[in-house]
């Protein structure tokens, strides 16, 4: 008999931004299988006899594949186990969600998703900032900042992104910022737009630098650092000191 694999999301790295239904599946889980980001203090939920293994992604490392780890959630399920794979913010944002529940549906394995506390809205909690303002900042727009090459897509929607009039959140762009700038203020975004780095959101490290698109790419074009990180730009970036 099949087990059930519940895509569980952890938030952004503070165990207390576990919703009571993550923990609570996190402690009944046979096995875990969990991301670099969404490791550490939510682990700690989970049973001493529990199988848990590391299957995270990250730029400049060595990982495992993603049908590696579509398998690997078949191959679990199939002996009726409990599994849970752990993702880090919500699941559904930006974490390879739907390569995982095909190949699940693929089986014939059940499955359940429960969502958590997306990144960049905890990144703008911690900056003490909102994510939409009236007049001035009535959109919000999520875009990656690498695509699977591990560089800029080709088919970004520039004059979207490129509205002062919108908050734009760009998840694992630290290193192609310098890149994306050049087509942002080619398709019109002002300079000085206010740009806010958040990095190791809702952690012992996190760091918070107010500042601008350019004075941001001017920063990040040495060394990024390997601090997972967000980037908020647009009207709001710069509302609230630390």
Avoid: W
């Amino acid at each position: 008999m099949n087990g059930f694999v519940s895509f569980v999301s952890s938030g952004p790295g503070d165990p207390e931004l576990l919703t009571l239904k993550a923990a609570a599946r996190i402690a009944a889980a046979d096995a875990i299988l969990f991301d670099d980001l969404s490791s550490g203090p939510a682990l700690a939920h989970a049973r001493a006899d529990a199988d848990l293994v590391g299957v995270g992604k990250r730029a400049g490392r060595a990982s495992p594949k993603q049908d590696q780890v579509s398998r690997l959630l078949v191959d679990y399920a199939k002996t009726g186990a409990r599994v849970v794979r752990l993702k880090s913010g919500d699941a559904g944002l930006f974490g390879r969600l739907e390569e995982e529940t095909t190949a699940l549906r693929d089986a014939g394995i059940g499955f359940e998703i429960i969502p958590g506390v997306p990144s960049a809205c905890a990144a703008a909690a911690a900056a003490g900032i909102p994510l939409t303002r009236r007049i001035t900042a009535r959109r919000v727009q999520f875009v990656t900042g690498h695509d699977v090459t591990g560089g800029l897509a080709e088919d970004l929607n520039l004059a979207a992104l490129a509205d002062p009039m919108a908050t734009t959140v760009v998840f694992m762009g630290k290193r192609t910022f310098p890149a994306f700038l050049t087509m942002l203020t080619g398709a019109g975004l002002p300079p000085g737009t206010p740009a806010l780095l958040a990095e190791a959101v809702g952690r012992a490290e996190q760091q918070l630098v107010r500042t601008t698109v350019a004075e941001l790419a001017e920063r990040l074009s040495g060394d990024p650092g390997t601090a997972p990180a967000l980037i908020l730009y647009g009207p709001l970036a710069e509302a609230a000191e630390a």
